[in-house]
């Protein structure tokens, strides 16, 4: 799907946490090997494909993940119709945050998260769909932040949540 039929796909009056409709979709600021430089997350954990944009001050961001139908999760949840869990929607949210806080220290830190917040799950993700990630940044301190985190499939939002996570070291 390109990106003006992903745009134009939006649900009319949807509201999300970054405005799409101003954003390269195709666009990619950081790919999967260099997002590495920004997050611990590795084989089967590193669930983004691509960073899409980020604002100047990293305090917002998109992140491109599509389902690809040999992830480990597929086999079993559920074999009969595979939909990608919840919770790795939230840690791919979560990933694209921990980007998004070491992009705006300019340093790789390991960050665990303390809380989820306020999770919604609107909508499933499937094998050959791609979910935009957006991020927005509550509170950014040197030690801890809280971030909105949203998930978008095929126009419509597919989950949302509050997550707070924490530096707990620096490498």
């Not at 799950?121 to 971030?147: I, N």
Request: charged share 25%.
């Amino acid at each position: 799907m390109s990106t003006t039929q992903r745009e134009d796909k939006l649900d009319e009056g949807v509201s999300t946490l970054v405005d799409l409709s101003a954003i390269d979709l195709s666009a990619t600021l950081a790919t999967r090997e260099e997002m590495f430089e920004m997050i611990h997350h590795r084989h089967e954990m590193a669930l983004l494909d691509r960073i899409v944009w980020a604002s100047e001050d990293f305090n917002s961001g998109v992140g491109s993940l599509t389902v690809r139908g040999d992830e480990f999760w597929v086999r079993g949840h559920f074999p009969s119709k595979p939909m990608y869990p919840g919770v790795l929607m939230v840690e791919a949210g979560a990933q694209l945050a921990c980007y998004l806080y070491n992009s705006h220290y300019g340093e790789l830190h390991l960050a665990a998260f303390l809380r989820i917040e306020n999770a919604v799950f609107r909508r499933s993700l499937t094998v050959g769909q791609e979910m935009l990630v957006m991020c927005k940044g509550v509170k950014v301190t040197p030690r801890r932040f809280v971030t909105q985190i949203e998930g978008v499939v095929d126009g419509q939002i597919c989950f949302e949540a509050t997550i707070t996570g924490m530096r707990i070291s620096d490498s």
